[in-house]
């Protein structure tokens, strides 16, 4: 029996018309998390609505869907970092039922083509999201850098302005993650 190969993966941008569907793939992809960590579904989608308008709109965002056979099998946001050659990668997702079949690891080879020229990656992911957390250390070669926690909060919470530091609203209790760096090698 001989293996098929795969049709090439590509990124497509997002049209403005897509990004209502791209974000209902992308909420129902992060659902399971959600509902593993607090045994039961989420009554609000998660990222909510808000915080996917934000990072669609962010300055110099850029919304890709990942494309495979013709098919939309994930997405992505990319925004420029703070930094010249820096550059975020807000959003990813591998459509719900797609997992585990290395189109994450394509897709992030594709962001990387597409972006030859950053020297740093960074991301972020919630504390409890293992598969995250195993796929950008031991499939894409990220380091984790930062934990944000109660006594460590996030310095930009998703949804809203930045609250002072220290103040009770910095943390909510839900902003538990990681924040990964990705040094690239020099060419």
Known sequence: ?????????????????????????????????????TGHPSPEPIPSDQELAASFDAPGAEVFQVIQGGERVGGAVVVPGR????????????????????LGRLAWRAIEEHYP?????????????????HFYINVCGFHAVEFF???????????GPTPPEGSA????????????EKVMPTR
Do not use: C, K, Y
Request: glycine residues 8%; negative net charge.
């Open 1 to 37: 029996m001989t293996a098929t190969t795969p049709p090439p993966l590509t990124l497509e941008p997002a049209l403005p018309d897509d990004l209502s569907d791209f974000s209902t793939r992308l909420q129902a992809s992060f659902a399971p998390a959600v509902e593993r960590e």
């Open 149 to 159: 926690h109660e006594g460590h909060p996030h310095p930009e919470p998703p949804g």
């Open 117 to 133: 020229d950053t020297r740093v990656w960074e991301t972020f992911t919630p504390h409890f999201e293992v598969r995250n957390i």
């Open 169 to 180: 609203e910095s943390f909510d209790g839900e902003d538990r993650g990681f924040r990964f």
């Open 83 to 102: 930094e010249p050659g820096h550059r975020s990668l807000e959003l990813f997702f591998i459509d719900l039922g797609r997992e585990g079949q290395g």
